[in-house]
């Protein structure tokens, strides 16, 4: 139980396009997902809070416009990256909540997407 | 503000040895979760273990095994006879509050054994 998925595993775009990463909950509700970044040899660091049905919460110094988050179902968060640029290049990584245990503080991680940007 | 330190970047150890990855946590609450992922070459978070902030008796799981010490605000994790299969970054990390939703990971130790 608790499998979170990431769609796709790596994507390699074009300097100027946009690129959207899924992120799933198979098998669990979760109101709350999160987006991390990781850079080569850096540890993970939030970029935002995925709410259901609300706006993103974005942490200090991620841009909004940039990274657009939409949490339209219990089970779907989507992490659009516009107009990338090479140093958007990083590995993204999602994370869920379940509802039915949230007092455990427990984060489901998905496997991750390698974003390359040329 | 919470905070976690892994002081060690780098460990090498050949293969057998034994290994202890230090974490040290921040937080003003009492209620409190730590956990320890591993992260191999892949790239996919492998959860190892979660330890709350009531429970400080050690755990021991197979070739791994915990030390929760509230007194030192630390949660270190050891290795016993280290395997080459071990070879990846081990992340500490802290989950403060009821309920609380947000994650403070340390910036990891990348362990290499060697054969």
Known sequence: ?118 | AQKVTQAQTEISVVEKEDVTLDCVYETRDTTYYLFWYKQPPSGELVFLIRRNSFDEQNEISGRYSWNFQKSTSSFNFTITASQVVDSAVYFCALSAGNYGQNFVFGPGTRLSVLP
């Open chain 1, 1 to 118: 139980g608790a499998v979170v998925s990431q769609h796709p595993s790596w994507v390699i775009c074009k300097s100027g396009t946009s690129v959207k990463i899924e992120c799933r909950s198979l098998d669990f509700q979760a109101t709350t997902m999160f987006w991390y970044r990781q850079f080569p040899k850096q540890s993970l660091m939030l970029m935002a809070t995925s709410n259901e049905g609300s706006k993103a919460t974005y942490e200090q110094g991620v841009e909004k416009d940039k990274f657009l988050i939409n949490h339209a179902s219990l089970t779907l968060s989507t992490l659009t990256v516009t107009s990338a640029h090479p140093e958007d290049s990083s590995f993204y990584i999602c994370s869920a909540r379940d509802q039915g245990r949230l007092e455990f503080n427990e984060q489901y991680f998905g496997p991750g997407t390698r974003l390359t940007v040329t």
